[in-house]
């Protein structure tokens, strides 16, 4: 498969329907049309899709050293810089002990876990903590602290260096369920690195429809791999499937140990298929949905695109709606077009018509494309008129 770089006639193309796209209720998106395969009972979207909008653009932050807490990206929620603990309250709705200093909060031992303010659901976490440098205790009760998604799931924080205790409950595990793959952990006293991608259980009807997943990066190395969530942690107990709300807030432990944290953000994720979301393969009915959507907003572009004078942006606008959606009303309205378009190229006198040569065979190529994915009728009228013109007038042979 060639890249489009390779298929002049697929930026020409392109360059029409970009201008025709100026003040698209679909956005600003580039990209070739007529081009992959067209949607299908999965996917709402073509193959290369033009139309699909493009991807928000975020400023990226800069990574963190033990000494020196990076900057979050753009688009991160933050919830602690390292100033206050103003998104931040205790078990009972009040301004948290925990002490903060020099960029970082510590834990008050005693005074109890601290919650966020506001509550979330799936997202992608960064915080950094730092166990105690001053080594005390053993097992579970040196530089415990946590990290409870949604206030129910830990993501064990404890001191590991040269620390024995169960595997299920190191830094790094998802506690009680599942162990860390590895312990890339630094000494005692220096700030370490979580990122952490968390899909919470999704229920439907009391069935689960996703389980949820957490993922979890520690100093960069992957100890969590896309792990499933078989319930809210707890101690000793076997955990058990069941739902979670759509948000919690995000706590961190009281263990007891004066564990540091610092540079606590947060991304919130976009829905799953499973949840309404519309990238990823859906089920027939939420696709079809999506392509009704798609075809109308290129519908209402291709009605405000009207200009007798430029029949062919108006025209490609409405054949493009077809390629998510049949509509009878649609298709007349670009048969239409397409007919007063050839109309008005047969009768350009011969100079002006030797100019249309890759006008022509690109809408030649467009129409080829109806026809072959059936969103045109069988013998389509235009197609056979133009692959006629296109043939009278040499068009297809190599040119030197
Ligand atoms: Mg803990």
């Known amino acids: ?17 970009a201008v025709a796209l100026s003040g698209s209720s679909l956005g600003a998106s580039t990209g070739p049309r007529f081009y992959g395969d067209p949607p299908d009972d ?9 139309n699909r ?17 990076g900057k979050p990206p753009s688009d991160a929620i933050i919830l602690f810089d390292g100033s206050d603990l103003s998104q931040w309250q205790d078990d009972k709705g009040q301004p948290p002990k925990w002490v903060v200093k020099d960029g970082y909060m510590e ?36 530089g415990n602290s946590g990290v ?32 860390p793959l590895v312990l890339p952990v630094r000494p005692p006293g220096e700030f370490q690195v979580y990122d952490i991608v968390f899909r919470r259980p999704i229920y439907r009807d009391n069935q689960v429809v996703d389980p949820g997943y957490v993922t979890v990066f520690l100093n960069g190395v ?30 961190l432990q009281d263990h007891g140990n004066p564990t540091r944290f610092r ?10 298929p499973s949840e309404g979301g519309t990238d990823g393969r859906l089920t027939t009915e ?49 048969t239409g077009l397409a007919e007063t378009y050839l109309k008005s190229l047969k009768s350009l006198p011969a100079p002006q018509l030797a100019g249309k040569r890759d006008e022509a065979r690109q809408i030649r190529d467009a129409f080829r494309y109806l026809a072959k994915f059936k969103r045109v009728p069988d013998s389509f009228a235009p197609l056979v008129e133009i692959e006629q013109l296109i043939r009278d007038q040499g068009w297809d042979r190599r040119q030197r």
């Open 107 to 142: 834990v008050l031992p005693g005074s109890g876990q601290i919650q966020t303010r506001e509550g979330f659901g799936d997202c992608q976490l960064h915080l950094e903590f730092a166990t105690p440098a001053k080594v005390e205790g053993d097992g579970q009760g040196r």
């Open 263 to 272: 540079n606590i953000w947060y991304r919130p994720l976009p829905p799953r």
């Open 148 to 179: 409870f998604l949604m206030g129910r799931l830990e993501i064990q924080v404890l001191d590991s260096y040269d620390n024995v205790t169960y595997a299920d409950g190191h830094v790094g595990s998802y506690y009680g369920v599942n162990p």
């Open 286 to 334: 939420a696709t079809m949905a999506k392509r009704a959507e798609i075809a109308a907003a290129i519908r209402a572009d291709a009605a405000a695109l009207r200009d007798p004078a430029n029949p062919l942006p108006e025209m490609l606008r409405w054949f493009e709606s077809l390629v998510y959606a049949e509509d009878a009303a649609a298709l007349q309205r670009a």
């Open 1 to 17: 498969m060639l890249p489009p770089m390779q298929h002049p006639k697929i930026s020409l193309l392109a360059g029409i329907v």
């Open 42 to 50: 999965h996917h709402p979207w073509a193959v290369h899709d033009g």
């Open 222 to 251: 992957l100890v969590q791999d896309h792990t499933p969530i078989e319930g809210p942690t707890g101690h000793m107990g076997r955990t058990r499937p069941r739902p979670f709300p759509e948000k919690g807030p995000l706590a």
């Open 53 to 69: 909008p493009q991807p928000p653009r975020v400023v990226p932050g800069t990574f963190s050293s033990p000494n020196q807490a």
